[in-house]
């Protein structure tokens, strides 16, 4: 499976989770079947494991919004971007927020792209200082 994919389906699964009661193996078996897929696999348990960290981060670049009040869509692309920013050390920087822009031109509407790249350039910004 490639990247892009894996992270479409990471998406989808943690889009799932987001507000439910749903077990995260359920969630899986939903969005993958029997397949597997180290990548997707890595995407899904590291963004579920560590969202308390991820939205701490989160909330320090959302200006005039809470991470409440943000679109499923939208707050679910944001913390898979900045877990694999944040977590994993051969993520490009650039390259995850090109994958989180397209995702959001995919699954958000007209304005999730601007949203999405303002944020995430704000918080690369803060990483690279």
């Given amino acids: ?3 892009h994919e894996a992270r ?3 998406l989808q699964t943690l889009f799932q989770l987001d507000g439910t ?4 193996e359920e969630a899986i078996e939903h969005v993958m079947g029997a397949e597997q ?18 939205d701490e981060k989160l909330k320090g670049h959302l200006e005039n919004w809470s ?3 943000l679109p499923k869509v939208e707050r679910t692309i944001l913390r898979l971007a900045v877990f694999e920013l944040s977590f994993m050390e051969d993520a490009p920087s ?7 822009i397209e995702l ?13 790249n303002g944020v995430l350039s704000k918080f690369t910004d803060e ?3």
């Fill in 1 to 3: 499976m490639k990247r």
């Fill in 8 to 10: 479409e389906k990471a």
């Fill in 21 to 24: 009661e749903l077990a995260i």
């Fill in 37 to 54: 897929d180290n990548f997707y696999s890595l995407l899904v348990q590291g963004t579920h494991q560590n969202m308390p960290a991820i």
């Fill in 67 to 69: 991470l409440e009040r």
């Fill in 94 to 100: 650039n390259v995850v927020m090109n994958e989180a």
């Fill in 104 to 116: 959001s031109k995919t699954f958000g509407d007209d304005k999730s792209s601007r949203f999405v």
């Fill in 127 to 129: 990483l690279a200082n």
